[in-house]
């Protein structure tokens, strides 16, 4: 964002972008928050919408099936290797809407701010919310500002929340697994998770690990393309690639056979997993899909996902059995099978 | 809500809602965030769209003119006389999409727990919320648990975002006062804001000054249908009364006179109010609005809020005039003359 902001007649004097922070004033509803909104968010997110000024943000929808997703982001640190809360906080919630195949509209934010949290940080963030929503071709039309005190927040929260439409025709939903189905993921698995971590713990590798952050409604109307019928499609982010299996397993009331040799992990998340004590199938990504679809609609389907940009590392990881327990089964890489069971306690904190 | 949970498949063990604390392992996305789901959400908001247990809700749209409208709750305390961090999450957004006009449909809640916080709390609190979003027929869709560390957050922040339907016709925005507009007030104002700082100072009155916080759409909706044509509407929350009418002064570029002896305030309040040292028409409110409409609509826009029991006390206050500096005006009650402007610092925090 320039920093030629357009000062709009309320608003008074500039921002100090460079050296001010945010006070309590900015929450208040008076001019300070006045003059965050004009000098900072209309600028960024800049749209007809967000231009109406009104408390509710109106737009024209057709007929259809629509669907609603939200995200609170909490991710420590703001900043990160890859990404950043804010391009986070729009892909998060980008994706949970593309996961019912629905093309993404519209997003909402509200951000909690901390008292005293540097405005060029949140000039950053910002802008790097508003890259990625243009990037995603979804506009932010409606927003809110709230300020803590002190002590009582960290630096920035950001809630978003998402509407699309699904196509006509789509009904993906994590209760449509089959016995026979395959299971396909659409790249390396647990780059977030272990760049967060490795960024946390000061771990140097030769390269450094970036996040996969990354907006999917593309990829996925690539792949609705292909394959219509589709029957389940999520993306792993907390708790990783094992509980979105466990999740299907128990919506669709099925089981799960994966072979681990089949589960694509860079060598430097794998190598940085076996320091940090992390088990990569529980590690959150950001930027990656499980699909779940008939054995026939496999070929075409992998072609679509491996044809795109996000997918081009994808594979069948293995198949949805039978079993009333709901299991995940593991054929481990030397030859044992494994129960991948649910995440009994909490392996990454503020991982998103 | 019952303490008679259904206890789910996965779920495991019942969570101690009497003597448990939230862990970061609430957030993880594992077995404890799991249950906290099935245990405490599914069951107090209950319906078939949640129940889908997607990362999104889906349901059917009409074609037509939709608003979405966001709010992040931060107020402290948590619990206050007339309301709870619940209820008021549920009346804020729910009042942010009527303030359009619009019928409003769907609620995605969005939770940021902070490591310790009682479990106990978190049920009235969530409990509270699916009592108001009933009462206002009104379904909590979607949702997200983040908890962060202690000391990291305050207890709980409830970001709400809604959707809703704008009836045909309707076209209410910020940006249509004209000179000679009437302006109503749907009834007395400042009771939220004095309800919270009073309860925060401790301050003991004859009655106890309770939070107007109240879904308004059931008045917009009567409002409507007795004048299809109101201009503009918002409810004053944070800033209060003074800041609504600067913000439409600017939007409609006009200017306001407003008369003293006619806002409604209580007693109570305006003594609350000195010895606080607040000027009420900056205090917040969560269950009035303001409404502009043509002198021609004035008559029975006023009988249709009178007849409605949150409307009961409301009143004309003043008008629209034409102002190229956007002045809010008020005519005092001793006859003087002053300006209404913007609220400068910060008056009250984390008020909502």
């Keep these: 964002m320039t920093e030629a902001v357009a000062i709009k007649k309320l608003s008074g004097p500039k921002l100090n972008f460079k050296n001010g922070t945010i006070d309590l004033a900015h929450g208040s509803g ?31 929808v057709s007929s259809g ?19 950043d ?25 509200s951000f909690i701010l901390e008292e005293g949290f540097p ?28 300020v803590v005190e002190r002590g009582k927040g960290d630096g920035v929260f950001i809630t978003t929340t998402g509407i699309g439409m699904v196509p006509e025709g789509v009904h993906i939903s994590g209760n449509q697994a089959k016995p026979g189905d395959h299971v396909i993921v659409s790249g390396y698995v647990g780059d977030h998770g272990v760049a967060i971590m490795s960024h946390r713990n000061n771990l140097q590798f030769q390269t450094t690990i970036q996040s996969d952050t990354a907006s999917l409604h593309d990829l996925v109307a690539c792949m609705i393309h292909a ?13 990783g690639l094992a509980t979105t299996l466990n999740e299907f397993a128990l919506q669709s009331q099925v089981g799960f056979m994966i072979d681990e040799r089949k589960i694509p992990i860079r060598t430097e998340v794998a190598s940085a997993c076996e320091l940090l004590g992390l088990d990569a199938l529980y590690v959150a990504n950001e930027g990656k899909c499980v699909a779940i679809c008939d ?26 059995i039978e079993d009333h327990r709901h299991f995940v089964q593991l054929k481990t890489k030397i030859g044992g099978m494994r129960i991948v069971d649910w995440l009994a306690g909490e392996q990454l ?3 998103c």
């Design 119 to 146: 405005l060029a940080d949140l000039q950053k963030l910002v802008t790097s919310m508003a890259h990625a929503a243009k990037q995603a071709n979804v506009a932010i039309i409606t927003g809110d500002t709230k």
């Design 85 to 109: 809360i804010g391009s986070l906080s729009v892909h998060g919630t980008i994706n949970d809407i593309a996961m019912s195949g629905a093309k993404p509209l519209y997003l909402s934010a």
């Design 295 to 320: 054995p026939s609609d496999t070929e075409k389907l992998l072609a679509a996902m491996m044809s795109h940009p996000l997918g081009l590392h994808a594979d069948v990881i293995g198949e949805v």
């Design 227 to 239: 394959a219509p019928n589709i029957h389940c499609l999520r993306d792993p982010t907390r708790g």
């Design 349 to 351: 904190p503020r991982i």
């Design 30 to 60: 008076g001019r300070a928050m006045a003059q965050l909104i004009d000098q900072l968010f209309l600028v960024a997110f800049n749209n007809e919408w967000l231009n109406q000024k009104n408390d509710q943000a109106a737009f024209s």
């Design 65 to 83: 099936r629509m669907v609603i997703a939200t995200d609170a982001h909490v991710i420590s640190p703001l900043f990160f290797p890859g990404g």
